[in-house]
């Protein structure tokens, strides 16, 4: 059951994203983009990454773990994506191209 909040949000959405337009904001566009493309990185790693910092190394300065977190949270989603997310994404096109996958009716 959708209540009248949850309907009039659709609704506001529905109306709203139609008078988007892409962003001719070069910069914005550069910044955004690269986000985007870690983020999901950053979303997996920001558990194991706060662990690590301040409960593993909870004995070492407070400086030490910052500097561990800071390096982390940067390194961390970059590397996941092009040691891991980038190559199947490639392979995925491949498989795709050559209908590895297609089903025979």
Not at 12 to 33: D, I, K, P, W, Y
Not at 38 to 65: D, E, M, N, R, T
Not at 69 to 76: E, K, M, N, R, S
């Amino acid at each position: 059951h959708v209540g009248f909040p949850e309907w009039l949000c659709c609704l506001a959405m529905g109306v709203v994203v139609v008078s988007c337009a892409e962003s001719q904001h070069r910069t914005l566009n550069f910044l955004t983009h690269r986000i985007a493309k870690y983020s999901y990185g950053l979303y997996l790693g920001q558990v194991p990454v706060l662990w690590f910092a301040f409960i593993k190394l909870k004995s070492h300065s407070v400086s030490l773990q910052w500097s561990v977190f800071l390096f982390l949270i940067v390194a961390g989603p970059f590397a996941l994506y092009h040691l891991i997310e980038e190559p199947f994404i490639k392979l995925g096109k491949i498989a795709s191209a050559r209908k590895w996958f297609a089903r025979s009716i």
